[in-house]
């Protein structure tokens, strides 16, 4: 009886220690979900970065990198005073969720990301569905550069907002939504700016600022496969909040709430391919992590046995 009460006593002791400490563990589900988003705040922070310093992680926070291959073709942006402020903010910000992200979860090194004006000039021509000459330079000056941050932030808020409710940790979930909340921040700032040059021609194309914005989001929307989640800064009244103003500062829903994206929709986004498991546009290798790397596992593995049956067939 008296060992029997000096163990219960010993696990008690146990318990009260590890509440004490405040450390949970996290499941490894909410680990994948986690890290998976490390790939677009490498991306954003490059973007960020470079765009305004002119230099990126492999310069301002090398110990982020984890020793993955530098960005390709990013560069100081052609930026009023004003607008470099605000990216250079932005850049921080993300070094602080990449750290933040890091101190939870193990997390993974940099995946190679092309971040060149060729990168978004190949996005923007997909969004008008034919190449606009000259071709678009996001770099070249503040509209082209917001314009090109407007294809970025808002897709991983999206996969912030969709990841939530299957997170179990408490821990998890405190940190998801200390991101999101500053994400979603970018995204409206990003879109306030451009709301305010609206009807701004984005020289030489004769296009207004709002049409590049509808065209971006519809390409996002159909790379996506998932239907509308997505819209630009002016749309139809009755896709306006309570369906009574063309005015779009901020994407949401009927119920004026934010769409919410899978990790499979990020990838066909930021691929730019609509699939998966075809890796291209900013990650020219795919993403880092067990959720990107799975899909592209699964794809050699069905290569591999495509290349086995047809071997098989053209032998018999």
């Known amino acids: 009886m008296a060992l029997f009460s000096a163990t ?16 949970e ?55 009023s005073p004003l607008i470099r ?8 910000q993300e070094f ?13 090194p940099r995946p190679l990301l092309n971040i060149s004006a060729e990168s ?23 509209i082209n550069y917001l314009i090109a941050s407007y294809i970025i932030p808002y897709v991983g808020l999206t996969g912030y907002v969709g990841a939530n409710p299957n997170l179990q940790s408490t821990t998890a979930k405190a940190l998801v939504a200390g991101l999101l909340g500053v994400e979603s921040g970018q995204d409206a700032v990003i879109r306030t700016l451009l709301y305010e040059r609206a009807s701004f021609k984005v020289l030489p194309y004769g296009f207004t600022v709002a049409e590049f914005t509808n065209k971006i989001s519809n390409l996002r929307n159909k790379l996506g496969k998932e239907g ?23 994407s949401a829903d009927k119920g004026s709430l934010s769409y919410a994206r899978t990790p499979e929709e990020v990838l066909r986004i930021v691929y730019g391919s609509g699939q998966e ?30 290349i086995i049956n047809i071997y098989i067939t053209l032998s018999n």
């Open 228 to 250: 509308v989640k997505d819209e630009g800064l002016i749309v139809e009244p009755a896709a306006g909040a309570e369906g009574r103003i063309s005015g779009n500062v901020l």
């Open 277 to 306: 498991n075809v890796t291209g546009g900013f990650y020219p290798r795919g993403g880092n992590g067990r959720i990107a790397r799975s899909y592209l596992t699964s794809s050699s593995s069905s290569i591999i046995i495509i």
């Open 85 to 92: 402020d605000i990216i250079a903010q932005f850049a921080l």
């Open 8 to 23: 219960a006593f010993i696990a008690l002791l146990l318990l009260l220690h590890g509440s004490s400490t405040g450390q």
């Open 120 to 142: 978004f000039a190949t996005v923007i021509n997909n969004a008008f569905g034919r190449p606009l000459l000259p071709p678009f330079d996001s770099y070249a000056n503040d």
């Open 25 to 79: 563990q996290i499941p490894k589900s909410d680990v994948d979900l986690l890290e998976f988003p490390l790939n677009l705040e490498f991306l954003e922070a490059e973007f960020f970065s470079f765009g305004a310093y002119g230099r990126g992680l492999d310069s301002m926070a090398p110990n982020l990198t984890m020793g993955g291959p530098p960005p390709v073709g990013g560069r100081r942006a052609n930026l």
């Open 96 to 108: 602080g969720h990449l750290r933040a992200i890091q101190n939870t979860v193990r997390g993974f």
